[in-house]
């Protein structure tokens, strides 16, 4: 069950990320083919994801490894919904300023 509702999540989170990101680049097969070398260190360096669109319209994402698992750290987060509440809560405090700085305790 959750599988199917982090699975869920997905198009969501690719939305948020890209109105925060304002555009998502896009390259055919072709020109992906023909850089795929520069294309890789883009996306790396940017930590930011390249669509590459088919002939026939289908569309795939080039992510980068720490990227692609950094998404799927936040879809297990918010699958629970009390710790999804709670990132909520705290991200709009934030928003708010309301924020405390504390020091880091070495263990």
Known sequence: MRAIQC??????????????????????VVE????????????IANAEPMIVSTDTGQKIVLLSLDEFNSWQETLYLLSNPANAEHL???????????IQERELIDA
């Open 7 to 28: 699975y869920q999540l997905l198009p969501s989170l690719f939305w948020v990320l890209q109105k925060a990101r304002k555009t998502v680049h896009a390259v055919t």
């Open 88 to 98: 909520r809560r705290s991200i709009a405090e934030a928003q708010k300023g309301k």
């Open 32 to 43: 992906a083919k023909l850089n795929l070398e520069s294309l890789i260190a883009q996306v």
